[in-house]
């Protein structure tokens, strides 16, 4: 079998463009979407992601806060800038890149932003109405999985879906979506036994480890959808994902490419959340 790719650029650009649509109708009603987003240091790949994010923002009409500060940024003055946007009518959602230098407590900070504004889906509060199934803000990469699951049109239901990887931003929420999906979820990670058995009877593969290559052909089910959520730059370089691709590609029906897979659908769901938080603040 040679799989089919889930390609997540155009699908990205089809998100996007539905984030275009909602932002004019808003704009119609006097309301444009703002994004802050808080990049603190120089991390050079969090720059990319961040300039990225950016440019889908003009793309879609929607205005944006671009926020660089200093590495030597204290946690108290993080704070203070969170808080100021948190108490800005015109700001609708807030993102603070991760990761954050060492001294700042990531927690701290994502408590800081008030739920309504945190379109990354990291905050307690929008946890929670996750798990419960209540409305609320998705983590944009699981939330993109999901999207790109579904455009296969393999039925979720009843499948089973494993999720390598238990991070509180990707394989934990990535396994809670799936749940509400009806999947029979099972969560690995590393101190599972038997990984390769448990991967090779998945139907629904998603490879959230942080290890290049770390998924090869003999872990994959035939005919499996296989969503590869890793992005590490290797030593040559380029970047490489969890999967290793041309070993899985013989044994899947469906599998996304990296680059061009899932990063550029998590991009693209951030936009659909933030024309979404203006929306919901337009209504209060
Ligand atoms: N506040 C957040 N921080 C981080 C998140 C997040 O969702 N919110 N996720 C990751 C990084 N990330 C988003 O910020 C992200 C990673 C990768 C991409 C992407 O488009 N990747 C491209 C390749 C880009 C490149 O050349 O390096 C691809 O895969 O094709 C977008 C967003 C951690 N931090």
Redesign the pocket.
Known sequence: MEAKLIE?KALAAEVKREAAQQTEALKAKGITPCLAVILVGEDP?SQ??VR?KINDCAQCGIESRNIRLPEETTQEELLARVDELAGDPAVHGI?????LPAHIDEKAIIDAIPPEKDV?GFSPVNVGRMQIGEPCYL???PAGCIRMIESTGVPIPGKHAVVIGRSN?VGKPAAMLLLAKNATVTICHSKTQNLQAICASADILVAAVGRAGFVTGDMIKPGAVVIDVG?NRGADGK?HGDVDFETAAQKAAWITP???????M??AMLMLNTVEAARRAMEK
């Open positions: 997540g790949a990319v992601y990225g993102l603070v890149q991760l990761p990354d983590p944009c990469t931003i992005i970047l990296v680059p061009g897979g899932v990063g550029p998590t991009r």
